[in-house]
């Protein structure tokens, strides 16, 4: 009796916890019907909202449209238009892929305690935007807009609403230079460079940028002027140290007395076709407290890691760059950006080389032009010249100098080209060191160069020669 007794009190257990759990799945079931759905379930046109604020990691961003768009806090805070119109783009035509109605436990979908939450003001309405858990079954994030429902939706705001403060700048603008005509430094370096196209001071067409010295038209290395530029252009400043910069302010990142003016003038083209003349000023100043502890250990701040500051133009926003940017903007002097090699002109336009060499003099001459020009020594003809050609494209300054030589000649060049501005250039190489030579041209001294690359021009020619 006692085991039938255990069986039916058993049974009977079993019956209540199959009704409890039935119960629970009905009320599941209606609590987590889940609707497919391509609804909009909210349009609001950005040129409507009249304030927009949220909160998130426990920092709150607001603002407010006042003509333009203002920072609550600080109404001297430049705020991105840009950045405002795209957190409002989405809500424009804010879909929904999933909508669960009539929800009683907004817990259980992390919208009791919501991870970010939206606030958008129109002149009639007040729209609030709840967004609670990341569904990792269906990738997409619950929301809820205060009507009832839950939402699943096609785009989670948090991709772009997890927005901090310095995200909302309105950051200075470094332009692309289009066809520059002129830069100007000021501070550490004090010269100008000129854009002269066609310019008969250079033995190369592709020399177009110039600067002048004691009343001489120099030509500079084309393609370091051009990167330089680019390192302006690439700044792409982010790191404020101040967006309402005072007197103080400027005094402390060394900008009040900047070391380094940037001016650059360029033109741009109009809807029209016509030019239009544009001004670029940057001004650059390491940080003074780096400076300072660099000179008490006697070191050169140029060569120390020292971040620095950057202001463009008379914007009130001061930001901080690396030292390896810093180094970039400050390598502005003419050795800098003239050219490195001791002969730069276009291979294609050597006519004739005199070499003299250990005493002996050797003649290479060409015939027909440009790229179809082939090379004859005595009566060799139809010279191997790469070697030859790679040797003296090698000869790069390792160092300036105005020194005059004092020691044994090691190899001269009389080069004779097809250049009616410059039909001929004199080269000579004179022994310095163990590990250099000293480049005379035109009976200037100009640099100091690899002795190694000199002795592989001397290999060259007697490999042409000796053959």
Not at 109 to 117: A, F, N, S
Not at 138 to 143: N, P
Not at 205 to 210: H, I, R
Not at 361 to 383: F, H, I, M, V
Request: glycine share 4%; hydrophobic share 35%.
């Amino acid at each position: 009796m006692n085991r039938f007794k255990k069986l039916y009190i058993l049974l009977g257990i079993l019956a209540v916890a199959c009704i409890a759990t039935f119960a629970v799945m009905q009320m599941e079931e209606r609590k987590e019907q889940i609707k497919n759905s391509d609804e909009i379930i909210l349009e609001l046109p950005g040129e409507s909202i009249q304030s927009l604020s949220w909160e998130y990691n426990g920092e709150t961003l607001a603002f407010t449209k006042n003509e333009t768009w203002l920072y609550d806090k600080d109404e001297n805070f430049p705020v991105s238009v840009e950045k405002i119109n795209m957190l409002l783009e989405q809500f424009q035509s804010f879909g929904a892929a999933f909508i669960i109605e009539d929800v009683e436990d907004f817990g259980q979908y992390g919208l009791d305690v919501p991870v970010c939450t939206i606030n958008l003001s129109t002149s009639e309405q007040t729209y609030e935007v709840k967004l609670g858990d990341y569904s990792k079954m269906d990738s997409q994030r619950y929301v809820s807009i205060g009507d009832g429902n839950v939402y699943l939706v096609k785009h989670d705001p948090l991709d772009e609403y997890d927005a901090v403060l310095s995200d909302m700048i309105d950051h200075d603008e470094i332009p692309s230079f289009d066809h520059v005509t002129q830069i100007k430094f000021e501070g550490a370096e004090a010269y100008s460079i000129a854009y002269q196209e066609g310019s008969t001071d250079t033995y190369s067409a592709g020399d177009v940028y110039f600067t002048q010295q004691n009343s001489k038209n120099l030509p500079l290395d084309t393609s370091k002027v051009e990167s330089y530029l680019r390192s302006i252009t690439n700044l792409n400043p982010v790191n404020y140290v101040s967006y309402n910069v005072t007197d103080e302010e400027l005094q402390t990142y060394g900008l009040d007395a900047p070391e380094l003016t940037i001016t650059v003038d360029y033109t741009t083209e109009g809807e029209d076709g016509e030019e239009i003349a544009n001004t670029f000023v940057l001004y650059v100043s390491p940080d003074p407290e780096d400076v300072k502890a660099a000179e008490e250990a006697e070191d050169d701040h140029q060569d120390a890691d020292i971040p620095a500051y950057i202001r463009v133009g008379e914007s009130q926003i001061v930001y901080k760059i690396s030292s390896n940017y810093y180094k970039t903007l400050a390598a502005a002097a003419y050795h800098d950006l003239r050219h490195s090699e001791v002969i730069w002109a276009d291979f294609s336009d050597f006519q004739q080389m005199d070499i003299s060499l250990e005493g002996a003099s050797y003649t290479l001459t060409s015939k027909k032009a440009g790229d179809e020009r082939t090379w004859a020594y005595q009566e060799k003809d139809a010279l191997e010249i790469s070697d030859l050609q790679s040797a003296l494209e090698a000869l790069t300054a390792e160092e300036f100098t105005d020194e005059r030589p004092t020691q044994k000649e090691e190899i001269s060049l009389m080069i004779r080209l097809d250049n009616e501005n410059f039909p001929q250039v004199e080269i000579k190489f004179y022994r310095y060191d163990g590990n250099r030579c000293l480049a005379v041209v035109d009976g200037k001294s100009v640099s100091l160069v690899d002795r190694a690359a000199v002795v592989d021009l001397n290999e060259a020619v007697y490999a042409i020669v000796l053959d």
